[in-house]
């Protein structure tokens, strides 16, 4: 299988290109694939027609396939996007007024066992390569004609997967989306959410270039955590706050912890004021999910009232936002990536 092109920097199309070819070449297909978005090799005009046949011959473009659209009567957009290899991932639009935000994956499937998530059903089948991760957001932007100048675009690693455990390829994924000469996006603009992988957490805190930092929090206590992550028998929630604290914050930078309301589990009065006691001394804001259900999740989303009397709590404390939930009616919302093949009630494009 010829070696795909999306994925690879500056030093990489270097090589692909050869020693005979100059080193502009190189930046000349930089540009073509992450600026202007070519969709074939064809298209990368400003080679020499000879060059570009000799290339094609060695490489693939490489990116992924759309295999379904779902559209949500919100306006959210589902992707279901085919890998060089057959395996399938999704990736979420989301448009909001003037602005856009795209949700990709880093793994296919997921190893973490959140119990109120339905990508963990999945189990995990591979982490994606860095063109992978980058290739979705190719593929949405250049299907859906977006800008990604003027801070109008956010992307989110919070798809399939666990991130953290992809660590390489999502940092050079990061890289290429956030070079000024490549994809151009803003490091305010990319997130990266993680269950809690504690050493991974040390290791991005180190990289030069990284997205900002979401951690899923879900619970406000030990065993709590422990119940519906169980990740948290390895990495311990003492510990994961202390690498929270611990970690190097840019000066305009807060941490995001990202809190699911499970009914009668983790949303009581209680347990938002152990969340607040529990962030207090942390440059931190929080993000509240009501549970998003799906078949074969045992747990059940809190009324409106519960959620806001948890918020205000929290409130108190630290700032706290309420994500209103995107695409519900296609299995589109946070927890419901799982290839869902027919949602109930969709428009299929």
């Known amino acids: ?99 856009d935000t795209i949700c990709i994956s880093s793994q296919v499937g997921c190893p973490v066992d959140c119990k109120f998530c339905m990508t963990a059903l999945l189990g995990l089948e591979r982490s994606l390569t860095a063109g992978e991760i980058v290739g979705q957001v190719l593929v949405v932007v250049r299907d859906n004609h977006l800008r990604q100048d003027g801070g109008r675009l956010n992307i989110v690693i919070m798809g399939q997967g666990e991130p953290l455990l992809n660590l390489p390829n999502v940092v050079k994924a990061t890289r290429i989306l956030l070079d000024p000469d490549g ?50 028998r390895k990495y311990h929630l003492a510990d994961l706050i202390a690498a929270c604290k611990a970690y ?24 938002a004021r152990r969340v607040a006691k529990l962030l207090a001394h942390l440059n931190a804001k929080v993000n509240l ?22 918020q205000q709590i929290v409130r108190r404390s630290l700032p706290c936002f309420l994500r209103k939930p995107r695409g519900l009616d296609i299995f589109a919302a946070c927890g419901q990536l799982k290839r869902v093949a027919e949602p109930p009630q969709i428009a299929l494009l």
Do not use: C
């Not at 190097?248 to 912890?257: A, D, I, V």
């Not at 990202?258 to 009065?269: F, I, P, R």
């Not at 999740?297 to 959620?307: D, L, Q, S, Y």
């Open 248 to 271: 190097p914050l840019r000066p305009w930078e807060k941490l995001t912890f990202e809190y699911v309301l499970l009914k009668g589990v983790n949303d009581a009065d209680a347990d």
């Open 289 to 310: 999910i009501a549970l998003n259900p799906g078949p074969e999740i045992p747990f059940e989303t809190p009324a409106p009232e519960r959620v806001a009397a948890f």
């Open 183 to 232: 994809f151009a996006l803003s490091p305010r603009r990319i997130t990266v959410s993680t269950a809690g992988i504690i050493p991974k957490i040390e290791e991005l805190g180190r990289e030069p270039v990284r997205p900002r930092l979401a951690i899923s929090l879900n619970a406000s206590t030990e065993e709590q955590r422990r119940e519906i992550m169980p990740l948290t």
């Open 1 to 99: 299988m010829s070696q795909p092109l999306v994925g690879m920097d500056l030093h990489d199309l270097r090589e692909a290109l050869g020693p005979d070819q100059p080193q502009y070449r190189a930046r000349q297909v930089y540009d073509a694939l992450y600026r202007r978005h070519v969709p074939d090799l064809v298209h990368i005009t400003t080679l020499p027609a000879q060059v570009r046949q000799d290339l094609s011959a060695r490489h693939s473009l490489g990116l992924p396939e759309i295999a379904r659209r779902y559209q949500s009567a919100d306006g959210t957009r589902r992707y279901l996007l085919r890998l060089d290899d057959g395996k399938t991932v999704e990736t979420v639009l989301m448009p909001e007024g003037e602005r």
